[in-house]
């Protein structure tokens, strides 16, 4: 799941809990098949299958399961299932923007299901367009600091087409147009600097700070979201400051 901000971070540190790894591994399993399906099962003449398949490897998907999912998004074992991708629009506490995306073969159980996450816990839903126009999508890498600086990073990434570099506390982002994200790959690999993660996602163009009771209200909301079987993403301009990411930490 992605936030793009601190408490994401913080809040992938924290689950590593066998359910939420079975249950992220089906997330990619199925972002592949759709790939897949939708452009065919050579990663070479399909780049959204092959940064599918790039994130979960990074996940330690095994790959007898990533081949198994390229051959059923293609329709090679048989008829593949027709997932629809749905984004759905929020809000959570203090004003915050949520975008939720989907990724589902029942649109009405998605719908349902989203809804009464987001107002059992505290959220309203938004009418299409509510707040999509305060995220702009891009491309975003994630690596640890490991010693490196903004500085560092930069040299290796802004031939490739890097936008900016986001210190995140512990972490670095480079931002990028969503297509110069294999070439951001391969420049970082090139200088020998390791990353977590790489998608395409959505960015906020500003950030609401939560104080530490309603970022509890959101991470109870989040969580709630991320544990839906329908949902792939879930983008937020919440933000959370060290002192309540800290405050959470002892919850």
Request: with cysteine.
């Amino acid at each position: 799941m992605s936030g793009h901000s601190k408490w994401a971070t913080t809040k992938h540190k924290k689950a590593i809990l066998d359910s939420r790894r079975a249950k992220s591994f089906a997330k990619l399993i199925k972002n592949i098949e759709v790939a897949a399906r939708g452009g065919g099962p050579d990663l070479a003449g399909n780049p959204g299958l092959e940064l599918a398949v790039t994130k979960a490897k990074k996940t330690s998907v095994p790959a007898d399961n990533i081949d198994r999912a390229i051959k059923r998004g293609a329709g090679l074992l048989g008829d593949a299932v027709d997932y629809q991708t749905i984004m759905y629009e929020g809000y959570g506490p203090q004003g915050t923007a949520i975008l939720i995306e989907c990724l589902t073969d029942n649109k009405n159980r998605a719908a349902s299901e989203v809804r009464l996450a987001v107002g059992r816990n505290g959220g309203n839903m938004g009418d299409p367009g509510s707040v999509a126009y305060m995220f702009t999508r891009k491309g975003i890498v994630g690596l640890p600091k490991n010693g490196l600086t903004e500085d560092d990073l930069l040299m290796a990434v802004l031939e490739a087409g890097a936008e900016e570099v986001k210190d995140e506390g512990e972490s670095f982002e480079i931002i990028s147009d969503p297509q110069d994200l294999p070439a951001i790959r391969a420049a970082l690999t090139e200088a020998g600097i390791e990353y977590e993660s790489d998608e395409a996602g959505f960015v906020p163009s500003m950030q609401v700070e939560l104080d530490v009771e309603n970022a509890r209200k959101f991470m109870k909301l989040y969580d709630a979201l991320e544990d839906l079987d329908d949902v792939q993403n879930i983008y937020s301009n919440a933000d959370m400051s060290a002192d309540v990411l800290a405050a959470l930490e002892e919850d």
